[in-house]
């Protein structure tokens, strides 16, 4: 059983701060600076290009994506980092498309994060214009998939709403129909167990600034399930994903399973950081964590709900059917969270009038709840928000 | 006129050690685990999510850009930092076959380094086997370039022996003959004056790992000439590569310009270790560089093949045909190195025969290559290398 209280002692946090913003991006661990001090000093200053190997630099992406694999139930030796998410997204879903040959359509939802849409939008384009990318709304994704879709390309956990779509009922009838399915895990990795192997996913994808806490621009992480593993077609075939790198052939062999994935020289001093995000992972229990989490979105719904009538879940209420955010609407929700932040509760704003507070039991516990709640209150009580700084935006937008 | 002993004292190097591997992974400059340091803690741990706008860091991937672009002789604006080379080359082939889209041919040549081949054959096997990767002798490169190239992909420097190709001249070939030409300048950027608008690149793309010293994995740079910036389309089109990434519109629309080819989320941590590279850079003269550095190799030529007839000279004597590297050739050549190494002069090792040795001014002098000849003659003289593990390296491979 993990203890929250030991975990919150982990993070640098400025005091006083309700930081609920771990949902865009995670604090710094306090380890994180020594442990790049040593990548730096230690291993690139002293060991210079012999790091590679005595630091072990070029197996990390390995390591690392099996610590993360833990997290989000996949099988050992499946997962791997690099790159970033929209690159991940793009190598799981030329990938799909390839396993899928006589199938046109790319499916998923309005409600799923844009990049994911742009980067199948540009492998659309570069198949010559032979697919098709299908949007459905977000409630009706499931009757949308038929015996047309090759690969259904989804984000469990919507970035604006907090909404959880149902990994394994939806892959099990995507799978039904012939279809393969990608899970984007951009708000699920570190803030609900998941469940890859358990719920069928044939690719999922992620990053690790948010939840887990690995820094700024932190590489992404791609897993492919076993199944496809020898299968699956590398569209971005670069030289680490090479079969034997440093034997410098003309031609390009896939590697083995998921190293295929790799691409081009790992970001080592990024990867430094994250070693000690992923050092505090190592010790959590996922299930806990979970209700844990659920706890704190539960109360803090309930006290914003209580004290602010003005305010609009956006986020379902039913514990399956969402992460670890919790979204309220009102026409005026920039100016609010301007407010809110002046007032030290870090939420965010997501276009046209969501407020998003991300709760992350590492380092947010009851204590931060009640003091957000609080200040939510005042602030929409008494009408706290800079109305010119609403009509501002406004005029922007 | 930059100074270059005053550069040296501005690199973390191991005492006693000669370092001609900058050509791999350039050295810590002194100021970089400062410079991250307040990365870390003052920007991600102070600001947290707000150091996206407080600290620049969704600007730097343009500001670095141009500190690079001003090494290469590229316009301000043309030039912009992120992903790894790789992912870099896949953008400029992409855009550049589709800009040509009556031309089947992708022409470069054997000496180019693997990767840049791999992305080719990774991009040709999306687009359906339309189009071919033709390489040529390194030699004969351009009596290739026929009204057949859509694209001509060259690395400037061959990472091998350190020849150089001529960018002007085979430039100016493909455009006469209605192809285009992308350069990748990984061992040429920072390792000599590159002048991409004066030679026509149209395309050109390297990384910031090898002579620019941004650190193990940092990343890589794409610039496109400024006749292509509203007409490139691009492959990998990420969010930020969107015309407003924070609109989260459900369409892409290409970003301005070379904003266009970034893709996600920029790599904050990494690019703090490369401000403190550019920061000794952008007082650094190209041609002052350039003068240095022929002046080490020819030293390092002359002081080599003067003590040691069994190494044969694989790079060109003429300056005009390298770049800042030499390289030897030697039948046990793997097993030298590791002896060399062993007494403290590194250099690297590249199958079936090469030995490589980078000389970077900034930071090796006229007395570091004394002592490589020194201890080179010395292991030559004496064959004082481990003829065992020459035969268990070449039962390997």
């Given at each position: 059983?993990?203890?929250?209280?030991?975990?919150?002692?982990?993070?640098?946090?400025?005091?006083?701060?309700?930081?609920?913003?771990?949902?865009?991006?995670?604090?710094?661990?306090k380890a994180?600076?020594?442990?790049?001090?040593?990548?730096?000093?230690?291993?690139?200053?002293?060991?210079?290009?012999?790091?590679?190997?005595?630091?072990?630099?070029?197996?990390?992406?390995?390591?690392?994506?099996?610590?993360?694999?833990?997290?989000?139930?996949?099988?050992?030796?499946?997962?791997?980092?690099?790159?970033?998410?929209?690159?991940?997204?793009?190598?799981?879903?030329?990938?799909?498309?390839?396993?899928?040959?006589?199938?046109?359509?790319?499916?998923?939802?309005?409600?799923?994060?844009?990049?994911?849409?742009?980067?199948?939008?540009?492998?659309?384009?570069?198949?010559?214009?032979?697919?098709?990318?299908?949007?459905?709304?977000?409630?009706?994704?499931?009757?949308?998939?038929?015996?047309?879709?090759?690969?259904?390309?989804?984000?469990?956990?919507?970035?604006?709403?907090?909404?959880?779509?149902?990994?394994?009922?939806?892959?099990?009838?995507?799978?039904?129909?012939?279809?393969?399915?990608?899970?984007?895990?951009?708000?699920?990795?570190?803030?609900?167990?998941?469940?890859?192997?358990?719920?069928?996913?044939?690719?999922?994808?992620?990053?690790?600034?948010?939840?887990?806490?690995?820094?700024?621009?932190?590489?992404?992480?791609?897993?492919?399930?076993?199944?496809?593993?020898?299968?699956?077609?590398?569209?971005?075939?670069?030289?680490l994903?090479?079969?034997?790198?440093?034997?410098?052939?003309?031609?390009?062999?896939?590697?083995?399973?998921?190293?295929?994935?790799?691409?081009?020289?790992p970001?080592?001093?990024?990867?430094?950081?994250?070693?000690?995000?992923?050092?505090?992972?190592?010790?959590?229990?996922?299930?806990?964590?979970?209700?844990?989490?659920?706890?704190?979105?539960?109360?803090?719904?309930?006290?914003?709900?209580?004290?602010?009538?003005?305010?609009?879940?956006?986020?379902?209420?039913?514990?399956?059917?969402?992460?670890?955010?919790?979204?309220?609407?009102?026409?005026?929700?920039y100016?609010?969270?301007q407010?809110?932040?002046?007032?030290?509760?870090?939420?965010?704003?997501?276009?046209?009038?969501?407020?998003?507070?991300?709760?992350?039991?590492?380092?947010?516990?009851?204590?931060?709840?009640?003091r957000?709640?609080?200040?939510?209150?005042?602030?929409?009580?008494?009408?706290?928000?800079?109305?010119?700084?609403?009509?501002?935006?406004?005029?922007?937008?």
């Amino acid at each position: 059983m993990t203890d929250f209280n030991a975990t919150r002692a982990l993070f640098d946090l400025p005091p006083g701060l309700v930081y609920l913003d771990g949902n865009s991006l995670g604090p710094l661990p306090k380890a994180a600076p020594a442990r790049m001090e040593r990548a730096m000093r230690d291993e690139w200053g002293g060991m210079l290009i012999g790091g590679w190997n005595r630091a072990g630099w070029m197996a990390q992406p390995r390591s690392q994506g099996d610590r993360i694999g833990r997290l989000i139930g996949a099988v050992p030796g499946h997962t791997v980092v690099g790159d970033t998410l929209s690159i991940k997204v793009f190598q799981a879903l030329s990938a799909a498309v390839a396993l899928r040959p006589n199938r046109r359509v790319i499916l998923s939802d309005s409600g799923n994060f844009p990049s994911d849409l742009y980067m199948a939008e540009g492998l659309i384009r570069m198949l010559g214009g032979s697919h098709e990318l299908r949007l459905a709304d977000p409630e009706a994704l499931e009757e949308a998939i038929t015996e047309e879709v090759a690969v259904l390309l989804v984000t469990e956990v919507d970035y604006r709403t907090g909404r959880r779509h149902d990994m394994a009922r939806l892959t099990a009838k995507a799978h039904a129909l012939g279809a393969l399915a990608i899970w984007d895990l951009a708000h699920s990795a570190g803030a609900l167990p998941v469940d890859v192997a358990g719920g069928g996913a044939d690719f999922a994808v992620g990053c690790t600034y948010k939840y887990l806490n690995g820094g700024p621009g932190a590489p992404a992480f791609i897993y492919v399930a076993p199944r496809h593993a020898e299968g699956a077609p590398p569209a971005l075939s670069g030289w680490l994903g090479h079969r034997a790198p440093f034997d410098f052939e003309l031609s390009y062999r896939p590697g083995e399973g998921i190293d295929r994935m790799r691409v081009g020289t790992p970001p080592v001093l990024a990867m430094a950081a994250l070693d000690a995000a992923l050092d505090i992972w190592d010790g959590v229990d996922m299930a806990a964590l979970r209700q844990e989490s659920l706890r704190l979105t539960d109360r803090f719904i309930a006290g914003v709900e209580a004290a602010c009538p003005d305010l609009t879940l956006a986020t379902p209420r039913e514990h399956d059917r969402r992460g670890s955010q919790v979204s309220f609407r009102h026409p005026e929700g920039y100016a609010i969270m301007q407010a809110l932040i002046a007032r030290g509760v870090v939420g965010d704003f997501r276009a046209p009038d969501i407020l998003r507070f991300g709760f992350t039991p590492l380092y947010i516990g009851g204590t931060e709840v009640n003091r957000a709640v609080e200040v939510i209150a005042e602030v929409m009580e008494r009408r706290l928000w800079d109305r010119a700084e609403h009509r501002r935006r406004a005029a922007v937008t």
